[in-house]
């Protein structure tokens, strides 16, 4: 569905966190869980950051938290600050105008992306971190 993993580790990153919710995360601890690099924990969390989902405090005794509850943080914010402009892309050169189908084919494709995506946002505003950790939580270890 998503053309990378980054909305998925978002998402297993703010649970991880949620379910500390009153101790700072560091990027390692997230790491081990991602079973990643830190380093890609660090990219992922200044976008979370910038996007105002979570607090992060620099130094031996930081960490991150949630900015708000996990209950007031959807999965439609997080596809959002992750995301940016949608899971998809349409073609990066414009394709040949000589051809009917090169001619057509990108308002066509736009027009069914675009009503996928917004079945995709519709779905993901309904289903909350806190959502998230409780069904994590519940499976069986």
Do not use: W
């Not at 899971?87 to 009503?115: F, K, W």
């Amino acid at each position: 569905m998503f053309c990378n993993s980054q909305f998925s580790v978002a998402v297993h990153m703010l649970a991880f966190i949620a379910k500390d919710q009153y101790d700072q995360v560091t990027s390692e601890q997230m790491a081990e869980s991602v079973n990643t690099n830190p380093v890609v924990i660090r990219r992922i969390l200044c976008r979370l950051a910038r996007g105002n989902l979570v607090v992060s405090q620099p130094g031996v005794l930081g960490g991150t938290k949630l900015s708000r509850p996990a209950e007031q943080i959807t999965l439609l914010d997080v596809y959002r600050v992750i995301e940016g402009c949608g899971a998809y892309s349409l073609h990066r050169s414009q394709p040949n105008e000589t051809c009917t189908v090169g001619r057509n084919i990108v308002p066509v494709i736009d027009g069914i992306m675009q009503e996928a995506e917004a079945v995709i946002k519709d779905r993901l505003s309904r289903y909350t971190i806190a959502d998230v950790l409780k069904q994590v939580l519940v499976l069986p270890q």
